[in-house]
Structure formats: structure tokens, C-alpha cells
């Protein structure tokens, strides 16, 4: 029998909404990575004071949006050896858990 392994990844916490929590962070760290040198800006937003902050926002209203990283979402990958299940029903359905779409 061959060895077929797949492989569950599970996320703990709203992964969409991370993603566009990253991208605003990302998008108010390259702004200040462009415009800190110039301004005499920290190169890092958590340090920027409210003055600062205010210096950056006029800069560039749309692409400051976030000054705190986003907590990251946990994941779980759980990796399954389906050759080691004689049961081919079983195999058959841990496979299809493993390739379906999201729940």
C-alpha cells in the first residue's frame, strides 16, 4: 500500500479580518519606512507619539490606518498517514475532511 499523507489546517481566530489587519499595519509601516528619515519619525509605528501620529496621518490619510500589529491567528496543522488506516471507508472519508472547502 502506498503512503498518503494529507494535511488539516485549522485557524483559531477570524483569518479574513487578520488579513486586512496585517495589510493596514503593513500599509502604516511602509509609510513610515518612506517619510521617517524626512519627518524625524521613529521607523516603528508602536513608538510614534500622538503628535507624531498626527504628522504621519497628514502625510497620508489612507495609507495610515493601523499602528499596532495585529495578534496573530493560531494554527494547527495535524498531519494524517492514510496508509496506516486498513479501513478504507474511513480513509475515504478522513481524506475528504482534509480536501473539502471550508465548513
Not at 47 to 70: C, G, N, T, Y
Amino acid at each position: 500500500m502506498s503512503s498518503v499523507n494529507v494535511h488539516l489546517d485549522i485557524f483559531m481566530g477570524d483569518e479574513e479580518q487578520h488579513k486586512l489587519a496585517e495589510a493596514a499595519y503593513l500599509s502604516t509601516c511602509d509609510l513610515l519606512a518612506n517619510n521617517a528619515a524626512i519627518y524625524g519619525l521613529p521607523s516603528d509605528p508602536q513608538h510614534l507619539s500622538q503628535e507624531q501620529q498626527v504628522i504621519l496621518r497628514e502625510i497620508d490619510v489612507i495609507a495610515f490606518s493601523s499602528m499596532l500589529s495585529p495578534t496573530s491567528c493560531s494554527r494547527i496543522v495535524i498531519i494524517c498517514s492514510l496508509s496506516e488506516i486498513p479501513c478504507t471507508t474511513i480513509r475515504a472519508s478522513r481524506s475528504a475532511l482534509c480536501w473539502s472547502p471550508r465548513l
